[in-house]
């Protein structure tokens, strides 16, 4: 039974950068497969970036270049560091796990508002 920790949300200029973390408790975090997803009001889900319990790294395209997914497995935990911001940005952001065998995440946090705007 995984638990996912979600930290370091809150309110940046647009330009300007935040890095988000989540703690994971359960399982064997080196064998889940890590993402972030964020969901903007009145918008659907969507997937930001993951990484696998092989270390792929995988981004949507509106955040390549900008953000970039790490995982420790040392320390169980998996950081978003975004930079160049944009108030479109703004959304609360998910940390999700699933293990590797498994196509569809199952194990949510319970998010981090992160704010962009001026």
């Known amino acids: 039974q995984v638990q996912l920790v979600e930290s370091g949300g809150g309110l940046v200029q647009p330009g300007g950068s935040l890095r988000i973390s989540c703690a994971s408790s359960?399982?064997?975090?080196?064998?889940?497969?890590m993402a972030w997803h964020r969901q903007a009001p009145g918008k659907e889900r969507e997937l930001v970036a993951s990484v696998t319990a092989n270390r792929y790294t995988n981004y949507a395209n509106f955040v390549k270049g900008r953000f970039t997914i790490s995982r420790d497995n040392a320390k169980n935990t998996v950081a978003l560091q975004m930079n160049s911001l944009k108030p479109e940005d703004t959304a609360v952001y998910y940390c999700a796990a699933k293990h590797f065998t498994l196509d569809t995440y199952n194990y949510w946090g319970q998010g981090t508002q992160v704010t962009v705007s001026s």
């Open positions: 359960g399982g064997i975090f080196r064998l889940n497969d």
